[in-house]
């Protein structure tokens, strides 16, 4: 769906939801934390931005509707907050082409996507290298993964796309010099993946974002935040999926700490990973 579309469609269902309450703007916005003129901003549709994640959630959990609905994503207003499993496990998880990673990043289309990559950002990755790492994979397997890049690529490129990614900067470090996983892959190779992924920075940014954190003081599994309506975990064969408003508001705040420690900046990313071509 366009953002205009959501936009509008977020528009008529807050309106619902403020008829329902009844006590006015002003009472209103208290409801939900904000001052009167951002709530008018909100409903003027003189722009196309969507509300912050953080009010999507005062929304849902001051007045009882699901983020689903106030978004336009499901027509049921409750049934679906009130059923949705805390924990979801989704077996059979393939990798960056699984159509489940697909079709959550179509549903959270104008929301920003929070993302911690299990080796390098699937979108930036060269052929070379998805061969590389898909190792003894089903060859359909392999060009799956090759084709789904290409499609988040595009996806990406779109102008309403808002990511962040962050990962440890030992981890680029590692690939440079083909060490750990990437200790079979040729210097060659890796010297064009990450001239690459330096273009692909440069030409991306600022709607794409890469921060780079100090992987010796801080942690993170991989993962994938949709806005404010899933978290996925991958770990392997599956993932764990996260659907709770509170658990989500956790993992970004977890994430924005990643980012708030972050070494290297998205301004500097490109610089640093064609620095990083000398220690092949």
């Known amino acids: 769906m366009d953002k205009r579309d959501l936009g509008a469609v977020f528009r008529e269902r807050l309106s619902e939801v403020m008829r329902r309450y ?58 679906a907050a009130e059923i949705a499993p805390t924990l979801a496990i989704e077996l059979g998880a393939s990798g960056p082409d699984d159509s489940r990673l697909q079709q959550w990043r179509r549903e959270a289309s104008g929301y920003k996507i929070r993302y911690v990559p299990a080796t390098l950002p699937d979108l930036l990755r060269t052929e070379d290298v998805i061969r590389y790492e898909l190792g003894r ?18 996806y990406t490129r779109r102008p309403e796309t808002d990511m962040e990614v962050c990962m440890p900067v030992q981890r680029l470090t590692g690939f440079a010099r083909g060490e750990g996983i990437w200790s079979g892959l040729d210097r060659d190779t890796r010297r064009a993946q990450l001239s690459h992924m330096a273009h692909l920075l440069e030409e991306l940014y600022p709607t794409f974002r890469l921060f780079l954190y100090d992987g010796k003081r801080l942690f993170s599994a991989p993962l994938t935040i949709f806005g404010p309506l899933r978290a996925a975990f991958y770990v392997g064969d599956m993932y764990l999926v996260l659907n709770t408003t509170e658990h989500i508001r956790v993992l970004i705040d977890r994430f924005d700490d ?14 640093r990973v064609r620095l990083m071509l000398d220690e092949g």
């Open 22 to 79: 009844g006590g006015g703007q002003s009472r209103f916005a208290q409801s939900i934390g904000l001052d009167r003129s951002a709530l008018s901003q909100l409903l003027s549709g003189k722009t196309v931005r969507l509300p912050r994640a953080e009010t999507l959630v005062a929304i849902a959990e001051a007045h009882g509707v699901s983020l689903d609905w106030l978004m336009g994503v499901s027509q049921n207003e409750r049934l």
């Open 137 to 154: 994979a089903a060859d359909a397997r392999v060009e799956a993964s090759i084709a789904d890049a290409d499609r988040y690529l595009a």
């Open 258 to 271: 990643l980012i708030r420690n972050a070494v290297i900046n998205p301004h500097e990313a490109a610089a």
